[in-house]
């Protein structure tokens, strides 16, 4: 006999519109497969039951058909769809809510199973001490683990989990989100002159002062490989992400870390800059790429300075 997962997503539907229906006919059939999805296509609604998580898909306005979709820390995700929701929209909505379900439920399940097997060794008052240096340990096994080793600052792996994460909010919550790629000018010349002691030094000052002047709750500064760097901003436009950039670029100036081969004799870095809201039919991997092209034109264009993705560009 299948045992039903201790973690249930409750996906409540609420739409008028004609490719809703297809919507709820075609997370049905997915939801037949997933034990841990559950789907409920308009009607009325009961609250959540203990070990539900809920995510609600709705046109603008017909959350108010549920009263208690509004209080507050009953819902997990939310997402309004299009004024003119299309059949072709409904095979990436599908796959939206799998990945934010699926994320809040493994999320509640693993710290349901964190707590259950400390509680279990404390109920021998003599292995409480084994239980918090259980607890210590790992907590720095998965710090280590999305920390870069040289610089201290989240490596790769942590800024990849985290921008899939704030993408999927984004397009649920239609919040502007920047990413800004950098890279050490002429770092491969410092290296050479200074040695890799010196290189290394750099890249530690460098990570340490991106990290001070980003500090948003959401916001995240990490390693992306070698002597470059990631800045991913939380409900930045266009407009703050001009200014952060202009921080970012003057800030590690400041630093006057001697350079003998840059032009300026002390390192700096070159920025791309890309910023947009998310949408259904948006990719994040696109978004990336464009940060990626706009580093390229800010070092050939000739380094120290950054270059934002063209208003009004998707």
């Known amino acids: 006999m299948i045992q039903q997962p201790s ?55 017909m959350e108010a058909r549920v009263p208690w979709i509004e209080q507050d ?21 599908v796959e939206w809510v799998l990945s934010i379900g699926r994320l809040h439920v493994e999320k509640v399940s693993l710290r ?28 720095r096994l998965q710090e280590q683990s999305v920390r870069d080793g040289l610089t201290g600052i989240p490596n790769r792996r942590r800024f990849e989990e985290h921008f899939d994460f704030l993408w999927g909010r984004a397009v649920g919550d239609g ?9 050490i000018d002429f770092f491969k010349k410092l290296n050479d002159s200074l040695g890799h002691q010196a290189g290394d030094r750099c890249l530690q000052e460098v990570a340490h002062k991106l990290a001070t002047l980003v500090d948003g709750e959401d916001d995240l500064v990490a390693r992306y ?4 760097f990631v800045i991913l901003l939380w409900d930045a436009d266009r407009k703050k992400a001009k200014e952060v950039a202009d921080i970012l670029l003057h800030g590690v100036s400041d630093l006057a870390i001697a350079h003998p081969d840059h032009p300026s004799g002390i390192v700096t870095i070159s ?25 390229y034109l800010a070092k050939s264009s000739g380094r120290n300075r950054w270059e934002i993705i063209p208003e009004g560009k998707p």
């Open 73 to 93: 820390g009953l819902v997990a995700s939310r997402l309004v769809l299009p004024n003119q929701l299309r059949e072709t929209d409904v095979p990436p909505l």
């Open 175 to 183: 919040i502007p989100i920047t990413l800004i790629l950098s890279d």
């Open 112 to 139: 349901r199973l964190v707590d259950r097997f400390e509680e279990r060794i404390k109920r021998d008052s003599g292995r409480v001490r084994m239980a918090d240096l259980l607890q210590e340990a790992n907590n």
């Open 7 to 61: 973690r249930i997503c409750r996906v409540v539907l609420l739409s008028d519109q004609p490719a809703a229906a297809l919507f709820g006919l075609s997370l049905r059939m997915t939801a037949d497969d997933q034990l841990w999805l559950k789907v409920q296509v308009g009607g009325e609604s009961n609250p959540p039951a203990p070990g539900e998580v809920v995510v609600v898909v709705a046109d603008a306005g």
């Open 271 to 295: 920025l791309g800059v890309t910023c947009a809201v998310p949408s259904l039919t948006s990719s994040a991997e696109d978004f990336l790429h464009q940060a990626d092209e706009l580093l």
């Open 225 to 228: 490989g070698g002597e470059e």
